[in-house]
């Protein structure tokens, strides 16, 4: 069983169109993040939940908004695509409040979501 | 506020050779330190960690040593190997904010047999 799951794992849509991605993990996990990763290779945290509460905005245009269900879930909804959102999008988990001192984050596989 | 640089890619290294990938933090007080690797197609997995100076993170033949001193965590591997072949992440847990981690840019790692 994958640990974080995100579908579809590959989007392409034209400009101006609202799509949305959806992550899964079944670990248990108190916290989940969004993370985008540019054609750079560069990593940026955007969002993170905790217990379906948002802890962390990055300063992240609105129109990006991230939706929890429950603690399980964590999806992400973009409307009025742009071609500098074409990116992978990772989302992460993990256990409770406490630091990450201790701690590590669990990937899902990436989506990768192509703008026209 | 914090950072983290690493030496850009991509490095390009021959079977059993010598890796070190530099990494370099600034940061306000002791964050722990972390190597993600991420393999082709996937996403990111811990390799190894370091929460206070002088400590050493090790796992697969990959270490890492924890330098307050000259604020880095350099990644080294005595003999790599294809299968190594991947993107490698320094980052650093932010102290201001403990429930976000720092990533550097990446450095891309290339083994030929």
């Known amino acids: 069983d994958t640990a974080v799951s995100q579908t579809p794992k590959y989007l392409v849509t034209q400009m101006g169109n609202d799509k949305s991605i959806k992550c899964e993990q079944n670990l248990g996990h108190d916290t989940m993040y969004w993370y985008k990763q540019d054609s750079k290779k560069f990593l940026k945290i955007m969002f993170s939940y905790n217990n379906k509460e948002l802890i962390i905005n990055e300063t992240v245009p609105n129109r990006f908004s991230p939706k929890s269900p429950d603690k399980a879930h964590l999806n992400l909804h973009i409307n009025s695509l742009e071609l500098g959102d074409s990116a992978v999008y990772f989302c992460?988990?993990?256990?409770?409040?406490?630091?990450?001192?201790?701690?590590?984050?669990?990937f899902g596989e990436g989506s990768r979501l192509t703008v026209l | 506020g914090n950072s983290v640089t690493q030496m850009e890619g991509p490095v390009t290294l021959s079977e059993e050779a010598f890796l070190t990938i530099n990494c370099t933090y600034t940061?306000?007080?002791?964050?722990?330190l972390f190597w993600y690797v991420q393999y082709p197609g996937e996403g990111l997995q811990l390799l190894l960690k370091a929460t206070k100076a002088d400590d050493k993170g090790s796992n697969k033949g990959f270490e890492a040593t924890y330098r307050k001193e000259t604020t880095s965590f350099h990644l080294e591997k005595g003999s790599v190997q294809v299968s190594d072949s991947a993107v490698y992440f320094c980052a650093l847990s932010d102290l201001s904010d403990t429930d976000k981690l720092i990533f550097g840019t990446g450095t891309r790692l290339q083994v030929f047999p």
């Open positions: 940061a306000t007080g002791y964050p722990s």
């Open positions: 992460a988990s993990r256990p409770g409040l406490a630091g990450l001192n201790t701690g590590e984050l669990f």
